[in-house]
């Protein structure tokens, strides 16, 4: 109990090379569709249990209607230790259709680090 008394940091999400193509792969191997990330935003909430909200935003710009899309991804720290892994699905998107998805959230996250 005593630890929901300290002081938290910030953190600080650092994402490189965008915007980043990302193939769905159907079940037999070939790309079904392709779904591009433009901008990656968060915020961080320090108050009772800290957590980091991610938000994709981005387009598909390969493949038509197939039900969802799925992106699987990974979050590491500064020092390259594995922190985090799931997968993202955008319901419904088309070619050209525009996403925003926030649905990942890390409640763990290591307060003064850099993501």
């Known amino acids: 109990m005593a630890l929901y008394c300290l ?3 910030d953190i600080k999400l650092t994402v490189d090379n965008l915007p980043v193509d990302i193939k769905v792969k159907g079940y037999d191997g070939n790309t079904e569709s392709m779904i591009q990330i ?3 935003s968060y915020t961080f909430e320090k108050e009772y249990t800290p957590q ?3 938000t994709l935003t981005g387009q598909k710009t390969y493949g038509s209607d197939s039900g969802y899309d799925i992106i699987a991804y990974k979050l590491y720290d500064s020092k390259e230790y594995l922190i985090d892994t799931g997968t993202v699905f955008l319901n419904s998107l088309d070619n ?3 996403y925003k998805d926030n649905s990942i959230i890390i409640y763990d996250v290591t307060p003064d680090e850099h993501i």
């Open 52 to 54: 980091l909200k991610i």
């Open 96 to 98: 050209g259709d525009k």
């Open 38 to 40: 433009t901008e990656v």
């Open 7 to 9: 002081p938290v940091s």
